[in-house]
């Protein structure tokens, strides 16, 4: 079984900072690309940021300057460093990572649970 972990959000101001982890855990094989969605009240879920096994990220226009994406891989963590936050940033954050599954050597979508930003004064 494959779990994903997410730790770091919060109540912040505006013009504050967040840093985001999620954890994958449990019969892993290997990870390939990791990322953080997220999705406000009312709103589609939308991709923030994702990064390949070998680093290369992409991030969303709304984020860009403001957000960093990285990973560790000897510890299956991906984090996502959050700066200059403004309202807009308000929303759940969901980790999500493309794995290979020891149990099948399939290649799954898996999700973590959310955890809540908030960005109010």
């Known amino acids: 079984q494959v779990q994903l972990v997410e730790s770091g959000g919060g109540l912040v101001q505006p013009g504050g900072s967040l840093r985001l982890s999620c954890v994958a855990s449990g019969s892993i094989f290997s990870i390939y690309a990791m990322g953080w969605y997220r999705q406000a009240p009312g709103k589609q879920r939308e991709l923030v940021a994702a990064?390949?096994?070998?680093?290369?990220?992409n991030y969303a226009d709304s984020v860009k300057g403001r957000f960093t994406i990285s990973r560790d891989n000897a510890k299956n963590t991906v984090y996502l460093q959050m700066n200059s936050l403004k309202p807009e940033d308000t929303a759940v954050y969901y980790c999500n990572a493309d794995l290979r599954t020891v149990a099948t050597m399939g290649i799954y979508d898996f999700w973590g649970q959310g955890t809540q930003v908030t960005v109010s004064s």
């Open positions: 990064i390949t096994s070998n680093g290369r990220t």
